[in-house]
């Protein structure tokens, strides 16, 4: 069975030992505000997180996006985030190397300490920031630049390399972490733009990791690829998390059970509940929660 048969597959046989399965009445869900919510459930925090995030409202416009999100992310393991569309996942991904920045109307209030340090400070180099804080996006977007000078980009910028040895060794190593340097080490000068979707998003990972970011987002970095290049993405998300902290939104909630430590499930803008993964999906403690796992809606 692909993936997309499974994701359409009977809820209750979606993901081996993950507790899709309706429990209780199997009422309906029916409409909420936010307000409505109530507070997030389980731990929020962890013991010397990389990110702590106090108290987090974006608005985009009139609009309020997300709704006092408090959650730390955890040092070299993986934080999934799932809900519905629309219900602030991909916001609050975006607020970890202020990308909302980019967007006319945003407003983010709250406390974002990265290593104990706002990146809302108003004189915080966002460049550096960015570099630190990696973002791997939805679809692949290599550089209209070779293989080579997609993954040299960066350390170029920030002057990581101090000679070409260098730069060559870092391009090499990039690439071999993000498990493309087999299929690509005689084709280096060719363009990036010429792999594969899946080779395409590995390329894009290698660009991130060159230089050296602490953490590494990635907003639905598998939702554009087929069920071969998604394995491949996934088990190298396994073993970058040795080496980095990442935060990943996905809708896939089996790639969350596959891939994550920690869930934080999202709801109209509200983080609803939040725990160990293998918890989250077998003795969910909101009803929203388990109602968005067993399929009863989102």
């Known amino acids: 069975m692909t993936t997309s048969q499974a994701d359409s597959a009977d809820p209750q046989t979606r993901a081996e030992g993950v507790n899709l399965r309706p429990a209780g009445s199997g009422r309906a869900v029916g409409a909420l505000d936010a307000a409505s919510v109530g507070q997030t459930v389980g731990q929020a925090t962890v013991p010397d997180p990389v990110f702590s995030c106090h ?5 985009y416009g009139s609009k309020h996006a997300l709704r006092n999100v408090s959650l730390d992310v955890g040092r070299r393991q993986v934080l999934a985030m799932i ?11 975006r607020c970890l190397n202020r990308m909302n920045d980019t967007i006319p109307g945003a407003r983010v209030t709250g406390r974002i300490l990265l290593d104990g340090k706002d990146i809302q400070d108003r004189d915080r180099d966002v460049v550096r920031l960015r ?3 990696g ?4 679809k692949p977007n290599p550089f209209p630049k070779s293989i080579y000078d997609n993954v040299a980009y960066g350390p170029r910028l920030h002057g990581l390399a101090r000679n070409r040895a260098d730069l060559d060794e870092l391009v090499c190593t990039s690439l071999q972490r993000a498990g493309l340097w087999k299929e690509v080490k005689d084709r280096l000068k060719q363009a990036g733009t010429g792999l594969s979707g899946g080779q395409q998003q590995r390329l894009c990972i290698a660009r991130t ?5 602490e953490v590494i987002l990635m907003d639905e970095p598998c939702s554009a690829l087929d069920p071969v290049a ?8 396994d073993e970058l998390k040795e080496s980095f902290s990442i935060a990943i939104v996905t809708h896939s909630m089996q ?3 596959r891939v994550s430590q920690r869930t934080a499930y999202f709801h109209m803008g509200v983080l609803v509940e939040i725990g160990e993964t293998d918890r989250i999906f077998t003795n969910p403690r909101h009803r929203l929660t388990e109602a968005y796992i067993t399929g009863r809606f989102g």
Request: proline share 5%; net charge neutral; hydrophobic share 45%.
């Open 230 to 237: 998604t394995a491949r993405v996934e088990d190298l998300i």
């Open 255 to 257: 790639q969350a059970a």
């Open 209 to 213: 990791i060159a230089v050296q970011p």
């Open 135 to 138: 973002m791997v996006f939805q």
């Open 83 to 93: 809900g519905p569309s629309g219900c602030g996942k991909s916001t609050f991904l």
């Open 55 to 59: 108290d987090v409202n974006v608005h």
């Open 131 to 133: 570099a630190r804080v």
